[in-house]
T-cell receptor, first 114, second 109 residues
């Protein structure tokens, strides 16, 4: 099936640990995005990448890092520098065509600090 | 239309009534807008989109209205059903994707 796969669905992190959230897509989309969502709140942009080997900071990039070595993959690392990482993380891709644009979302990953 | 971590406003409607959800966007150069629906614990799903050269677009039970003069977008849901209960976000394009802070729709039976 075509789409975006985020893993793991649930992840627990001990304080001081780095953890990496996976995002894989087989849609052949150039652009990929990471968002953070806190309970009862909206989506905030962490990082985005419009092409392989290039990425840009979003509004809340501190404490996070990304890589884009392959078109299909855009992993997000939550580092120990992120003091309040407990949240729902969403990966998305962007498709642009003559008929329109849209964003496709993965099903999200829940990260909890224990 | 940029989310800044504010708590979501809530709209409560009776089943069968029409719902109107509003969104203010920030970039007058945005040329494409999308409405998304997010159910609890899931990723957002595409509902309907509209280009900046349009004022109105209709889908199945949904209508999006665009007022570029005041940079305002609205989503109208006809005959609201319990399955419509979710959080609704608008997003503006191009460049980075910014989402509105969202509105939580509660449908009362």
């Amino acid at each position: 099936d075509g789409g975006i796969t985020q893993s793991p669905k649930y992840l627990f992190r001990k304080e001081g640990q780095n953890v990496t959230l996976s995002c894989e897509q087989n849609l052949n989309h150039d652009a990929m995005y990471w968002y953070r969502q806190d309970p009862g709140q909206g989506l905030r942009l962490i990082y985005y990448s419009q092409i392989v080997n290039d990425f840009q900071k979003g509004d809340i990039a501190e404490g996070y890092s990304v890589s884009r070595e392959k078109k299909e993959s855009f992993p997000l690392t939550v580092t120990s520098a992120q003091k309040n990482p407990t949240a729902f993380y969403l990966c998305a891709t962007h498709s642009s065509s003559p008929t329109g644009n849209t964003i496709y979302f993965g099903e999200g990953s829940w990260l909890t600090v224990v | 239309g940029e989310s800044v971590g504010l708590h979501l406003p809530t709209l409560s409607v009776q089943e069968g009534d029409n719902s109107i959800i509003n969104c203010a966007y920030s970039n007058s150069a945005s040329d494409y807008f999308i409405w998304y629906k997010q159910e609890s614990g899931k990723g957002p799903q595409f509902i309907i989109d509209i280009r900046s050269n349009m004022d109105k677009r209709q889908g199945q039970r949904v209508t999006v209205l665009l007022n570029k003069t005041v940079k305002h977008l609205s989503l109208q849901i006809a005959a609201t059903q319990p399955g419509d209960s979710a959080v609704y976000f608008c997003a503006e394009l191009p460049h980075k994707f910014y989402f509105g802070s969202g509105t939580k729709l509660n449908v009362k039976p």
